[in-house]
């Protein structure tokens, strides 16, 4: 992930939490988690990925 700054404060000392995956029937959901040093604030930016893979073996098995 590119290095963002806080939201709140403007901050730049961030500490970054493992990030968490979930499964959607159709997209991969990955959050990231940071927790700002100067304010203490937390934040979240969640990516959506649509699971490109899974599409296709369903196509499949709905042809055969
Ligand atoms: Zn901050």
Redesign the pocket.
């Known amino acids: 992930m590119e290095p963002i700054m806080?939201?709140?404060?403007?901050?730049m000392?961030?500490f970054q939490e493992d990030d968490l995956s979930l499964e959607m029937d159709f997209e991969q959901w990955t959050v990231h988690h940071w927790e700002?040093?100067?304010?203490?604030?937390s934040f979240d930016k969640i990516e959506i990925r649509p699971e490109s893979n899974k599409f296709e073996e369903i196509n499949e098995s709905t042809i055969h």
């Open positions: 806080c939201p709140f404060c403007g901050g000392n961030l700002c040093l100067d304010c203490g604030q």
